[in-house]
């Protein structure tokens, strides 16, 4: 540790210090667990309110993120963390902080009616941090609940200790409160898990600092050992640190708060060994408003399945209902829109969703006159029908170019992971394959990745077409006057793969140009992520990232992403639209279908609908941060 740290160690009299069969508070086991509950405070509200998983990474929302409890329910005080647990006989157990210096215990057979069984009140004027609650074999001959929390050894103490009180298992009767340790200084959010080879590890946060403490005892007794610190977000502040148990490893999901990560990056989860001895890998908890304090608890498929019901059948009440998006019936992603000069209507080319694992194989065209009545055009072209490319049919582009006295269309889209080229004489097709064969593919042009999200751009200045396509890298070339090949010596990268971190660079590429600069937009993280957004950066060239003479950087502000005040996840892979003759403009993208697609985890991803909303742009060319809509 980078601090010194004095260890007195209070035992309190009469507890036992002989190590006896110690087991915690029950956990389902591994063939039994289906799926996580997550019991936080609501940081936009305050209230206790549920999230539910089935990886530990990807949670949803029950009631939207509102209160599990009515208003006229048992009043757990806002603003307390809730500690839950489950029981022998298959009960559960919450542990809240009621005020400074009350504790309340909460009983339930089913996770959703829950009765007070007891109030625990302090010595007036000692302030009690948030507790938590275990079984110890070691209580008395019979064993009992043990309710440990920080509080302020006497009125002259500098700082909060750890206590605890016992109790029968029907808590009937209680001890006084006893210390349990003291490491010498303050601390915060104190939580107790069994090891597994016995004992005991207590993960904490002293007051003030910027890491994870975890000490170990044989016993709930102690003693207990000198902290190990961890930090696995660096010098960002921590609070409030809770683990549970992945089914399938051995080592433990590490939670905690990051009070300056806002509404939608409030929660973070690291790995930890099994022992806490390190703690690594953090990444953020997705698809919940406001998550913070909490702790979390393992779900049988019956105990999951009836917290899921419970939610859908009340969900009318707590969810605010479409309006605008999405803008056309049915599951669809990646959407490339067009106005057409040719028939002065516009045009959505998405991929079709909702196949397993995005095994779709068509293409479909819907049209509008007004961008608000869309016509499905039908497909417009069958991956089954080409030699070369039969599944993996994803985002394409599309361009309107003049030929002769016509209009010739050239459809780019992605077979089997590499992209294709088809032409038609008429937007809504049908389009037919212009080469037989893939135009890009990893193999031939040695790309280190997948060749897939091409996009197409005309550069006003020149009148030179590009074509852009990328995944975890971004390249580009030029094209030829045919539309079906590239200008030779033009393929070049702008964004190479060991990069992408510093661009935000995933996938989905959409070039345009407004008042002679060049915005370059891609999504970041990916697809299966509710954090799925949008970056951008300006250049003053089409062909590499310049601006003013000096390299060109992202935009630090996100200009799109997952509004869960609204149940709103998965917002990424867009298009542009400028209404011809006008500075309005629009963005497409998708989303995850609402409100199923934050349910389904990790297929939310290929279960999207498509959704428009008006763009904006700051005096200085920057864009004002798109508002997704309902």
Same mark, same amino acid.
Request: contains cysteine; glycine residues 10%; aromatic residues 14%.
């Given at each position: 540790?980078?601090r010194i740290?004095?260890?007195?160690?209070?035992i309190a009299?009469?507890?036992s210090?002989?190590?006896?069969s $110690?087991?915690?508070? @029950?956990?389902?086991t591994?063939? +039994?667990?289906y799926?996580y509950?997550y019991?936080?405070?609501?940081?936009?509200g305050g209230w206790?309110?549920?999230?539910?998983?089935? %990886?530990?990474? /990807?949670?949803h929302?029950?009631?939207?993120?509102?209160s599990?409890?009515?208003?006229?329910?048992? %009043?757990?005080?806002k603003g307390?963390?809730p500690?839950?647990c489950?029981?022998?006989?298959?009960s559960?157990?919450?542990a809240?902080?009621?005020?400074?210096?009350r504790i309340?215990?909460?009983?339930?057979?089913? #996770?959703?009616?829950?009765?007070?069984?007891t109030?625990?009140?302090?010595?007036?004027g000692n302030?009690?941090?948030?507790?938590?609650?275990?079984?110890?074999?070691?209580?008395?001959?019979?064993g009992?609940?043990?309710?440990?929390?920080?509080?302020?050894?006497?009125?002259?103490?500098?700082?909060?200790?750890?206590?605890?009180v016992?109790?029968?298992?029907?808590?009937?009767r209680?001890?006084r409160?006893?210390p349990?340790a003291?490491?010498?200084?303050?601390?915060?959010d104190?939580?107790?898990?069994?090891?597994?080879?016995?004992?005991?590890s207590? *993960?904490?946060?002293?007051?003030?600092?910027?890491?994870?403490?975890?000490?170990k005892s044989?016993?709930?007794?102690?003693?207990?050992s000198? @902290?190990?610190?961890?930090?696995?977000?660096?010098?960002?502040?921590?609070?409030s640190?809770?683990?549970?148990?992945?089914?399938?490893?051995?080592?433990?999901q590490v939670?905690?708060v990051?009070?300056?990560?806002?509404?939608t990056?409030?929660?973070?989860?690291?790995?930890?060994?099994?022992?806490?001895?390190q703690?690594?890998?953090?990444?953020?908890?997705?698809?919940?408003?406001g @998550?913070?304090?909490?702790?979390?608890?393992r779900?049988?498929?019956?105990?999951?399945?009836?917290?899921?019901?419970?939610? %859908?059948?009340? +969900? =009318?009440? /707590?969810?605010?209902?479409?309006?605008?998006?999405?803008?056309?019936?049915?599951?669809?992603?990646?959407?490339?829109?067009?106005?057409?000069e040719q028939?002065?209507?516009?045009?959505?080319?998405?991929?079709?969703?909702?196949?397993?694992?995005?095994?779709? /194989?068509?293409?479909?065209?819907?049209s509008?006159?007004d #961008?608000?009545n869309?016509?499905?055009?039908?497909?417009?072209l069958d991956?089954?029908?080409?030699?070369?490319?039969?599944?993996?049919?994803?985002? @394409?582009?599309?361009?309107?170019?003049?030929?002769?006295?016509?209009?010739?269309?050239?459809? &780019?889209?992605?077979?089997?992971?590499?992209?294709?080229?088809?032409?038609?004489?008429?937007p809504?097709?049908p &389009?037919?394959?212009?080469?037989?064969?893939?135009?890009?593919s990893?193999e031939?042009?040695?790309?280190?990745n997948?060749?897939?999200?091409?996009d197409?751009?005309r550069?006003?200045?020149?009148?030179?077409?590009? *074509?852009?396509?990328?995944?975890?890298?971004?390249?580009?070339?030029?094209l030829?006057?045919?539309?079906t090949?590239?200008?030779?010596?033009?393929?070049h990268?702008?964004?190479?793969?060991?990069r992408?971190g510093?661009? /935000?660079?995933?996938?989905?590429? &959409?070039?345009?140009?407004?008042?002679g #600069?060049?915005?370059f937009m891609?999504?970041?993280?990916?697809?299966?992520?509710?954090?799925y957004?949008?970056?951008?950066?300006?250049s003053?060239? =089409?062909?590499?990232f310049?601006?003013?003479?000096?390299?060109a950087k992202v935009?630090?502000?996100?200009?799109l992403q997952?509004? =869960?005040s *609204?149940q709103?996840?998965?917002?990424?892979?867009?298009?542009?639209?400028?209404?011809?003759?006008?500075?309005k403009?629009?963005?497409v993208?998708?989303?995850?279908?609402?409100?199923?697609?934050?349910?389904?985890?990790?297929s939310g991803?290929?279960?999207?609908? $498509?959704?428009? %909303? =008006?763009m904006?742009?700051?005096?200085?060319g920057t864009?004002v941060?798109?508002?997704p809509?309902?």
């Open positions: 540790m980078k740290i004095t260890s007195l160690l209070l009299a009469g507890l210090l002989t190590a006896q $110690i087991s915690g508070n @029950p956990e389902l591994d063939d +039994e667990t799926g509950l019991c936080h405070e609501s940081a936009h206790t309110a549920y999230a539910m998983s089935q %990886d530990g990474i /990807h949670f929302d029950l009631l939207c993120g509102d599990v409890f009515p208003d006229d329910a048992v %009043d757990i005080v307390n963390r500690f839950l489950r029981t022998q006989d298959g559960f157990l919450m809240a902080r009621s005020g400074d210096s309340d215990i909460f009983r339930s057979d089913d #996770l959703l009616d829950w009765t007070r069984v109030t625990l009140n302090m010595p007036k302030l009690v941090g948030d507790p938590g609650i275990i079984w110890d074999d070691n209580y008395g001959s019979k009992g609940w043990l309710v440990y929390f920080p509080m302020l050894n006497s009125a002259r103490s500098s700082h909060l200790s750890l206590f605890g016992h109790s029968n298992l029907n808590m009937t209680w001890s409160p006893r349990l003291d490491w010498g200084f303050g601390i915060r104190a939580s107790i898990y069994p090891d597994p080879e016995g004992g005991f207590i *993960l904490f946060q002293e007051e003030g600092m910027h890491s994870i403490l975890a000490s044989k016993t709930l007794a102690g003693p207990w000198v @902290p190990a610190e961890f930090a696995p977000d660096g010098n960002k502040a921590i609070e640190p809770a683990a549970f148990r992945l089914a399938g490893t051995q080592g433990w939670g905690y990051d009070p300056e990560g806002g509404a990056g409030r929660y973070r989860i690291c790995t930890a060994d099994e022992r806490f001895t703690m690594r890998r953090p990444q953020y908890l997705e698809g919940v408003y @998550p913070d304090k909490g702790t979390f608890l779900l049988s498929e019956a105990e999951y399945n009836r917290l899921q019901a419970w939610s %859908d059948a009340a +969900e =009318p009440e /707590h969810l605010a209902q479409s309006v605008h998006n999405p803008v056309f019936p049915g599951l669809h992603a990646d959407p490339e829109v067009l106005y057409s028939t002065g209507k516009y045009y959505i080319y998405p991929t079709t969703d909702g196949a397993f694992g995005w095994h779709n /194989h068509d293409f479909k065209c819907f509008s006159e #961008l608000v869309w016509k499905d055009e039908g497909v417009i991956l089954q029908d080409l030699d070369w490319g039969k599944e993996y049919a994803w985002a @394409p582009c599309i361009i309107e170019k003049k030929v002769g006295d016509g209009y010739r269309y050239y459809y &780019y889209f992605v077979a089997n992971k590499s992209v294709g080229v088809a032409v038609a004489d008429r809504e097709g &389009y037919r394959d212009a080469l037989g064969h893939a135009l890009l990893q031939e042009i040695g790309a280190p997948q060749v897939i999200d091409p197409v751009f550069d006003p200045a020149t009148g030179k077409y590009y *074509l852009y396509w990328g995944n975890s890298y971004l390249w580009m070339a030029e030829a006057d045919d539309m090949s590239l200008v030779p010596g033009t393929m990268e702008l964004i190479p793969r060991s992408i510093e661009y /935000h660079y995933l996938e989905g590429t &959409y070039v345009f140009e407004r008042n #600069l060049y915005y891609w999504s970041e993280n990916i697809t299966r992520s509710a954090r957004c949008i970056r951008y950066l300006i003053d060239s =089409p062909v590499e310049v601006r003013n003479g000096q390299p935009e630090e502000q996100i200009i997952q509004d =869960p *609204l709103i996840f998965g917002t990424g892979h867009n298009s542009v639209l400028n209404i011809p003759g006008t500075d403009w629009y963005m993208y998708h989303r995850f279908t609402r409100p199923e697609g934050i349910k389904m985890g990790l991803g290929y279960n999207r609908e $498509i959704c428009i %909303d =008006p904006y742009f700051n005096p200085d864009i941060p798109v508002k809509t309902l």
